[in-house]
């Protein structure tokens, strides 16, 4: 059993405040054993060696100047291609809430908890359900039409072992409060789109546990309130909302983003027909938000509540898989105000809170899993820094930024006919 041991580092915790600690971390086995503190009595000690232990040669490893997070947890992602995996990791992200998942998904998070496959743990939520929505072209989400409906739906769910129902607005309301009554009753929760069809304090009432997107936020700023101290989380997935001003209005192109050659050339391909035809349907309805409304509710939200998750709504054409975390954070301080560290938060232990992980991943304490970011730089100072990584931990297995570039060198030469990836359909399997 190897012992590593995180040495002369800065050290964020995210349990003790917003204060980067200087210390030695030991990491043993995926855990975080101990943590000794250079301010603390166990200065005195020689941190090389912990007492009472028969570890002769720990391996060190030097972090004068550097900073210890935990890893990031993306909270709003869709997990269907292998490659993404390795991307995630590049970027600190050991952990992922994936928003649409199918029996791929389940077989994924298994082989990656077995240690079988590389990538972040996988949480998930299952299919997508909706009702009927003429406004949605070539609909692939599950549409709900009767009780029995909904209690397949559940069936499903609990037989893949999914966390939640994601729903979709367009739910005819009589069906829409059985649902979310029988998965109460599961103690199942639901999340998503919200809903189209009645007044959004009832899903507050009957327990929806988070409103995906700022665009799915009401437009009443009490009803916000409502849903904010009611204690339903939202995940405000701005960087995607701001690819339809970037790209369908203002000309921003796909191949200037930051490791956009990174990603295998058949994903390149179709992300730039996606965006011909995103554009050209935008630009056909003449739809032009007025995005400081669409951002004026996401701050009105979190004005009531801290309970605010980062996600990015990967792989969306715009969003590179795990790198736009970075970008995510910079837009919660930037637009919505928070501070570097509550912009952490939202990346690390508020996911692992909502997730139901919060004894294992999401903070830095002995015990808890060694989900770690090892940063050249002070988050704190300013969070873009996230970008900056030396080392990626997730449980017994870590990476160098050295070997995590080659890895993602090697995804970039991936073919059509070699892309791995999962069928978004109930009962298929690849």
Request: glycine share 8%; with cysteine.
């Amino acid at each position: 059993m190897e012992t590593i041991i995180l040495k002369n580092t800065g050290i964020l915790t995210m349990n003790d405040g917003s204060e980067v600690r200087h210390g030695d971390l030991w990491i043993s086995d995926g855990k975080i054993r101990k943590i000794f503190f250079y301010d603390e009595s166990e200065k005195q000690a020689d941190s090389s060696r912990d007492p009472g232990t028969d570890i002769s040669e720990p391996r060190i490893l030097d972090c004068t100047g550097c900073t210890v997070i935990p890893g990031l947890i993306d909270s709003h992602v869709h997990y269907d291609e292998g490659y993404k995996g390795d991307f995630f990791l590049a970027s600190g992200i050991t952990s992922v809430r994936n928003m649409r998942g199918f029996e791929g998904h389940a077989r994924w998070r298994d082989e990656i908890l077995e240690g079988k496959r590389r990538g972040p743990y996988i949480y998930s939520s299952g299919p997508v359900y909706d009702g009927e929505d003429p406004t949605i072209i070539d609909n692939d989400n599950v549409i709900l039409h009767t009780e029995e409906d909904v209690e397949e739906a559940i069936r499903y769910t609990r037989e893949n072992g999914f966390l939640w129902m994601k729903t979709y607005p367009s739910i005819e309301p009589e069906l829409y409060r059985y649902l979310l009554r029988r998965c109460r009753e599961e103690g199942l929760p639901v999340c998503g789109h919200m809903t189209k069809k009645m007044n959004d304090k009832i899903l507050a009432d009957e327990g929806y546990i988070c409103c995906e997107h700022t665009s799915s936020l009401p437009s009443d700023p009490e009803t916000i309130r409502y849903l904010a101290e009611s204690g339903m989380w939202f995940c405000p997935t701005h960087v995607v909302c701001e690819t339809l001003p970037d790209y369908v209005w203002n000309g921003k192109l796909l191949k200037d983003l930051p490791h956009y050659m990174d990603l295998p050339e058949c994903v390149r391909t179709q992300w730039e027909e996606s965006n011909k035809d995103i554009i050209a349907n935008y630009r056909k309805l003449n739809i032009h938000p007025d995005f400081q409304t669409i951002i004026d509710r996401g701050t009105t939200f979190l004005k009531y509540s801290h309970k605010v998750m980062a996600g990015t709504d990967c792989a969306y054409p715009g969003i590179v898989p795990g790198f736009a975390m970075a970008d995510e954070l910079e837009k919660l301080v930037d637009v919505y105000g928070l501070t570097e560290y509550e912009a952490l938060c939202a990346a690390t232990c508020y996911p692992a809170e909502h997730i139901g992980i919060e004894k294992e991943k999401g903070r830095i304490m002995p015990g808890m899993d060694a989900d770690l970011v090892v940063l050249e730089g002070n988050p704190l100072e300013d969070v873009g820094n996230v970008r900056k990584i030396r080392w990626v931990f997730q449980g017994t297995r870590f990476w160098s930024s050295e070997a995590l570039q080659q890895i993602l060198t090697a995804d970039g030469k991936i073919k059509k006919d070699e892309m791995e990836s999962i069928s978004l359909k109930r009962g298929e399997k690849l």
